[in-house]
C-alpha cells in the first residue's frame, strides 16, 4: 500500500460505513474516523439537529471541510457520510489518494434498515419510493469508488475478509 492512501467506505446510510469501518482498522492496527462523529463532535449538535437548525446546505460545507482535512490523516481508516461522496471535491480526492469501498445493498434491505429511523433527517420523512430513487441517485455516484462489496449475502466477517484480502493484494 503507498502509505499515502486511506482505506475509505462509502455507501447509503445504514450500509453498515462506521461498524466494517471500524472491525477493518482494528484488524489493521489503524486508526478509524467515522466523518458524521466527527462533524457531530465539533459541532456539538446531531447530524439531524444540524440539519434542522442550520440547513443541509450548512451540513454539507462543514462535512466537506472536515473529511478533506480527516483525508490528509495518514494512514487510516474513514467511514463518510452517506451524501458525502456525492460532493465532487470530496470524490476526487478520495478517487485520486485513496482506497475506496463501496458498500452496496440491496434497496429492499437498505430501506428496512433506514425507513424508520429519525436519526436520519433526509429520509425521516420520506416514503419508501422516496428512499428507493435517493438510492438510485446515488448508487449511480458511489459506482465510482474503487472497489465495490456486494454485502447482500455476507456476514459482517466475511465483508471485513473480502475488504483486507483486497487491501493485502493492492
Not at 452517506?82 to 460532493?87: D, E, H, K, Q, R
Amino acid at each position: 500500500m503507498k502509505s499515502k492512501e486511506n482505506l475509505i467506505f462509502l455507501g447509503m446510510m445504514g450500509s453498515g460505513k462506521s461498524s466494517i469501518g471500524s472491525l477493518v482498522a482494528k484488524k489493521l492496527q489503524l486508526n478509524f474516523i467515522d466523518i458524521d462523529n466527527e462533524i457531530e463532535t465539533e459541532l456539538g449538535l446531531s447530524i439531524k439537529k444540524i440539519f434542522e437548525t442550520k440547513g443541509e446546505n450548512y451540513f454539507r460545507k462543514f462535512e466537506e471541510k472536515i473529511t478533506l482535512k480527516k483525508l490528509k490523516s495518514k494512514p487510516v481508516v474513514i467511514s463518510l457520510g452517506g451524501g458525502a461522496f456525492t460532493n465532487r471535491n470530496i470524490r476526487k480526492e478520495v478517487i485520486k489518494n485513496h482506497l475506496s469501498f463501496w458498500l452496496n445493498w440491496s434497496d429492499k434491505i437498505l430501506v428496512n434498515r433506514i425507513k424508520n429511523s429519525k436519526k436520519r433527517p433526509l429520509v425521516s420523512n420520506a416514503s419508501e419510493n422516496e428512499i428507493i430513487d435517493l438510492i438510485k441517485k446515488r448508487s449511480n455516484i458511489y459506482s465510482k469508488a474503487l472497489y465495490k462489496i456486494e454485502c447482500d449475502s455476507l456476514t459482517k466477517k466475511e465483508i471485513v475478509k473480502k475488504i483486507l484480502n483486497i487491501y493485502e493484494a493492492h
